[in-house]
């Protein structure tokens, strides 16, 4: 699967312009301001339905604009074009389309274009909040297991009724409707232990993938990630529930559960957080995308888009050539930004590969 055409319209410091990348290889490269991370922000939209760089989703609309268009022509693994859009209106939030038929369901949109991102913030996968670790493993399993979105969609309305319940005991000192109560109790434990499941056995799959990788990269590191359920330790959900009831009643929302899981990652034993230098975490990030692709293709069949941005950030030369050699190994369509292109002196072996300038507001095939 990859992209054959892109086209941006008034996106940031682009009027217009469009370009084909080709089906592996991309680099995209020019000076600082030129406009390089717009263009990965443009795709990462039709894969995430959301700018990677900001929350203001309005700030892609071009100044003095009021919308900001992205236009693709995707082809499947069956060779199928199909033709995906998506307009942010400054107005009126985002529009997405498919083969010219408006969809508001953004799901059907992410779902057509696996992608993954890799870009300097990456680390924060492994030393930032563990709700990005929770939504690394929730891409996957949302694009291999079936019924997965609904089953996280069940667990979130059931969290939110919960928490309802214990905010306004908090909020007004009413006692709580102990029949709701208990029926929202058990609905969390059924579907936050088959969430726990998932996230578990996807998260055994990809162990052995991991370890060998990491290896190949550092072979004295002995990686290990292991999942933390977000309740206590030896205990079944529903009996951590009923442990923390008199504090999930004091705090007015739910303490424990698959909201709170999360991945812990070992080096030789030691956090990975704590003890691997910027450049071994941004590694660590790679290999955990690259071993996610694999089992996506190796579940799926199809392959990913993966985007990188600034490549040379912390990657020294030897590494930044393992790591495309890996990832170009898994019939991925790459997008790659660096400033310049003797970055990428290493890429000359690969005989599938476009190179394209940014520069005046223009992409321009070398
Ligand atoms: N909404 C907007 N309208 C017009 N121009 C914008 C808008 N938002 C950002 N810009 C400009 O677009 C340009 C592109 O920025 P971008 O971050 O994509 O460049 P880059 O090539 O990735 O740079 P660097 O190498 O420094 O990271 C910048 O000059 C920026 O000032």
Not at 30 to 39: E, L, P, T
Not at 49 to 54: A, E, H, L, P, Q
Not at 238 to 249: A, F, G, I, N, V
Request: some cysteine; proline content about 2%.
């Amino acid at each position: 699967m990859h992209l054959s055409l892109v086209q941006l319209a008034q996106f940031r410091n682009f009027e217009q312009v469009a370009f084909s990348p080709c089906k592996s290889l991309n680099i995209i490269h020019g000076a600082n301001g030129a406009g390089k991370s717009s263009i990965l922000e443009a795709i990462h939209l039709l894969g995430f339905g959301r700018s990677f760089r900001t929350n203001r989703q309005n700030s892609v609309v071009q100044h003095t604009m009021d919308t900001a268009t992205v236009f693709s022509r995707l082809i499947d693994e069956e060779g199928v074009e199909q033709k995906i859009g998506c307009t942010r209106h400054k107005s009126d939030g985002f529009e997405f389309s498919i083969n010219g038929e408006r969809t508001k369901k953004l799901s059907d949109v992410v779902r057509k274009i696996p992608m993954q991102i890799f870009t300097p913030q990456s680390s924060d996968l492994i030393i930032g909040q563990p709700m990005l670790r929770r939504r690394f493993v929730d891409w996957a399993l949302f694009h291999v297991k079936h019924g997965y979105a609904d089953l996280m969609s069940a667990y979130t309305k059931t969290l939110s009724q919960r928490n309802a319940l214990l905010r306004n005991y908090v909020n007004t000192g009413k006692a709580i409707d102990g029949q709701q109560f208990n029926y929202w109790t058990d609905s969390l434990c059924r579907y936050g232990n088959l969430v726990s499941d998932a996230r578990k056995t996807y998260l055994a799959a990809i162990n052995a993938e991991v370890v060998a990788l990491y290896s190949q990269f550092i072979p004295e590191f002995k990686i290990e990630l292991r999942y933390n359920t977000g309740w206590d330790k030896g205990t079944e959900l529903e009996e951590s529930l009923t442990l923390k009831k008199s504090r999930d009643l004091q705090y007015g929302y739910t303490t424990v559960g698959p909201h709170k899981g999360d991945i812990k990652f070992t080096v030789n034993g030691l956090s990975a957080s704590e003890n691997l230098s910027r450049g071994q975490l941004r590694i660590l990030v790679s290999i955990l995308q690259i071993a996610q692709m694999k089992m996506f293709s190796s579940l799926s069949n199809k392959s990913t888009i993966y985007l990188i941005d600034d490549i040379a950030a912390e990657l020294d030369e030897k590494t930044r050539e393992h790591f495309l050699d890996l990832i170009l190994e898994t019939d991925t369509q790459v997008f790659v930004t660096a400033i310049e292109t003797s970055q990428f002196e290493f890429t000359n072996k690969y005989n599938d590969k476009k190179v394209f300038h940014v520069e005046h507001n223009q992409v321009n095939e070398e």
